[in-house]
Nanobody
Framework: QVQLVESGGGLVQPGGSLRLSCAASGSIFRVNTMAWYRQAPGKQRDLVAT???????NYADFVKGRFTISRDNAENTVYLQMNSLKPEDTAVYYC????????????????WGRGTQVTVSS
């Protein structure tokens, strides 16, 4: 069993900052790529940023220069530092991770958190 738990969402004014965290726990052998997605009401879920286990990052154009993804491999945790927030950044932010577990078999699977709400409004 693996769980991803996000935290750090909330209400912030335009131009403000928030830092999201997502911790993976359970019978984890290895965490590969971790990512953040977001979904606004009535819209599809979009990829925001990814980070490999080696620290290589990739960002969606709409967050480049404003958001920074990082991770702590020892704690199986990924972060998203969000600066210069805009109203259009309002969405539920989801954590995603490619994880290998070893219980009875070696299984590689894709896991999602439940999401954390980020609202940017004055």
């Amino acid at each position: 069993q693996v769980q991803l738990v996000e935290s750090g969402g909330g209400l912030v004014q335009p131009g403000g900052s928030l830092r999201l965290s997502c911790a993976a726990s359970g019978s984890i052998f290895r965490v590969n790529t971790m990512a953040w997605y977001r979904q606004a009401p009535g819209k599809q879920r979009d990829l925001v940023a990814t980070i490999t286990s080696g620290g290589s990052t990739n960002y969606a154009d709409f967050v480049k220069g404003r958001f920074t993804i990082s991770r702590d491999n020892a704690e199986n945790t990924v972060y998203l530092q969000m600066n210069s927030l805009k109203p259009e950044d309002t969405a539920v932010y989801y954590c995603n991770a490619d994880i290998i577990t070893i219980i009875q078999d070696i299984i590689r699977d894709d896991y999602w958190g439940r999401g954390t709400q980020v609202t940017v409004s004055s």
